[in-house]
């Protein structure tokens, strides 16, 4: 074993790296590499649409969209600890802005603010989440200055999903179908969760027919779609409105193709805000939930070939 001596491990005050909130921190986060690694704390894929936006009186930090779902995120951010100032612009900001996904980003989060965030995750929708992202810097001997970002309060997306479908079946809105599907999408969360070495990111499971994965690109996503009348499961790259991007892939029909070994259904859907090039699996019974695991290691294998082989030509679509 090497007798070399390991280095300490020793936490940087934000105010060294940082002055001011608006004029430092709040530009370096807006840059593509930190928005990506704030993103990767909480799985999510972000891009920055506005710094400092205008809602009513006040200016909003960051304001995000998020690529697989394309709904609004924002973004508040304070280098001290939280404050009941920054809580109530937060509120503010979500009401003018229709975010569904608010992060308050801090150096320290009080209690009772933690227990706020935790309350409206409790009795919100499931469409809306807070999360709460502390956020540290530290450094060895002379290395450079890293950032961390911990997560101290989140959704609690399973239980409220279900309790979400619950509720639902007991006022006779949905039915078994409904309660499956998302029992289906929360087990096929769990087994790519389980995987160290792939590139999807799971998204919130919910009691409806489809399913949505990020693949880097504002207005594009992978989805996954379970016809439990046709018994059919598909896995499809969905463009939406910017008919130009489903058009220069198509270009590259024939060498996308053979990258993910299968014949795709290219679907421009003339007429319709957006376009989809889909892989289908026939005999996919909902219901048999015996087979689920060959469903969901089929799911897998797909989706990744799709992930590699879009997001590479996607990147190069201006």
Known sequence: MSKEKLGRLEKVDLRDIWEKEDTHFTPWLAKEENIELLGSAIDMDLVVE?????????????????????NWVLVENQLERTDHKHLGQLLTYATGLDAVTIIWVA?????????????LNKIT??????????????KIGDSKVAPVFNVVSKPNNWS????????????????????LQLKFWSALNDTIKSKDDTPLKVQKASPKHWHTFSIGKSGVHMSMTFN??????GIEVYVVKDQSIFDSLEEDKVQIEK???EKLSWQPLPGRSASRIKL???????????????????SIENLEKFYHTFKSRLKNID
Not at 51 to 67: H, M, N, S, T, Y
Not at 228 to 233: A, C, G, N, P
């Open 50 to 70: 506005a710094e400092e936006k205008e809602v009513g009186p006040f200016r909003a930090d960051i304001l995000c969209k998020d690529i697989a779902t394309n």
């Open 107 to 119: 150096s320290e989060f009080t209690e009772e603010h933690r227990a706020t965030l935790d309350w």
């Open 125 to 138: 929708d499931t469409q809306y989440n807070f999360f709460g992202i502390k956020v540290e810097l530290f």
């Open 160 to 179: 409220r999903s279900i309790s979400s479908a619950a509720s639902k079946i007991a006022n006779e809105d949905v039915g078994e179908t409904k309660v």
């Open 228 to 233: 439990s009348k046709e018994d059919v499961l």
């Open 259 to 261: 990258e993910i070994g």
């Open 280 to 298: 289908y699996r026939n005999n996919s019974v909902l219901d048999n939930e015996s087979e689920w695991n060959s469903y969901i290691d089929w």
